[in-house]
């Protein structure tokens, strides 16, 4: 990339940072809100900032969306708009956006994001992942934990109802399992889950999902 195009694309990120401060303060909501803004358009030039071009985001604490299933997608952009997920990094990052998003643009997003390829897992050379594969199939039945695999899929793909977790970026998922058990993000059938585990099964499941295909 030659030094005018990064000028070029600094002062696009930076224009849309401004466009999305504008929006959080509730000024120009509109252009968000207004369904015939296609939806690629949108996630090419607004939410790929943070989870990248095509749902594959480059830092780990940001979501992949690649792959993940349209019903969970809408499911959870609804969730932040109306504040039932509410951690941290939700209230920071995406509750000012999907404020400014309506039903029928959620719907289109999450269609864009299903149609995606997830980018190859990356793998952690020297990381031991037998004890968060252990885990996964089988859980861990003396503490109560039952097998990942029984509701997210045998290869954690995930279905309409359950997310992928499969190839999710590590520290993303360490903070989800830990804000599902403080209860900052509402979902009951696997706080029921996580509400066992200690943090070093967390960690364990984490490196392992990370780099599944
Ligand atoms: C400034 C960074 C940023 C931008 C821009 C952004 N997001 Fe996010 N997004 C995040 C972060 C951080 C999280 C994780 C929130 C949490 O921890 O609860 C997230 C979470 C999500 C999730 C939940 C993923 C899951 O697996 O549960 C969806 C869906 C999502 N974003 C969609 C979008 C869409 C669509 C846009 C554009 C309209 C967008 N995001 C723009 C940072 C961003
Ligand atoms: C009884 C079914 C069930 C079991 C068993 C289960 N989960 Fe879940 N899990 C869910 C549901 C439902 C959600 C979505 C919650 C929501 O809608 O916000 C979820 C969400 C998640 C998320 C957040 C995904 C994201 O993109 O934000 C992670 C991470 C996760 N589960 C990991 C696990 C792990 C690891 C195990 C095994 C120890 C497990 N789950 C077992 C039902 C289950």
């Given at each position: 990339m030659n030094m005018t195009k990064t000028r070029l694309h600094l002062a696009t990120v930076l224009g849309l940072s401004l466009l999305l401060g504008a929006c959080a303060i509730g000024e120009r909501s509109r252009n968000l809100a207004d369904p015939a803004v296609p939806a690629a358009m949108l996630a090419e030039q607004v939410c790929s900032i943070c989870h990248g071009v095509d749902g594959n985001p480059v830092s780990p604490t940001f979501p992949r969306l690649a792959g993940q299933s349209a019903a969970y997608?809408?499911?959870e952009l609804q969730a932040f708009r109306s504040h039932q997920r509410s951690d941290r990094a939700a209230r920071d990052y995406m509750w000012g956006i999907s404020r400014t998003l309506n039903d029928a643009t959620i719907g289109a997003l999450a269609d864009y994001y299903?149609?995606?390829?997830?980018?190859?897992a990356r793998s952690v050379a020297g990381v031991s992942v037998s004890t968060g594969e252990q885990l996964f199939h089988h859980g861990?039945?003396?503490h109560g934990i039952p097998a990942c695999a029984?509701?997210?899929g045998e290869r954690g793909q995930g279905s309409a109802v359950?997310?992928?977790i499969a190839g999710q970026q590590d520290g993303y998922l360490r903070q989800q399992m830990?804000?599902?058990?403080?209860?900052?993000?509402?979902a009951p059938s696997m706080q029921a889950v996580v509400a066992r585990m200690d943090?070093?099964?967390i960690d364990a499941l984490a490196d392992f999902l990370a780099v599944q295909p």
């Open positions: 997608l809408s499911g299903a149609r995606q390829v997830p980018a190859r861990d039945p003396e029984g509701c997210h359950f997310p992928r830990r804000q599902i058990r403080l209860g900052s993000r509402a943090d070093a099964q």
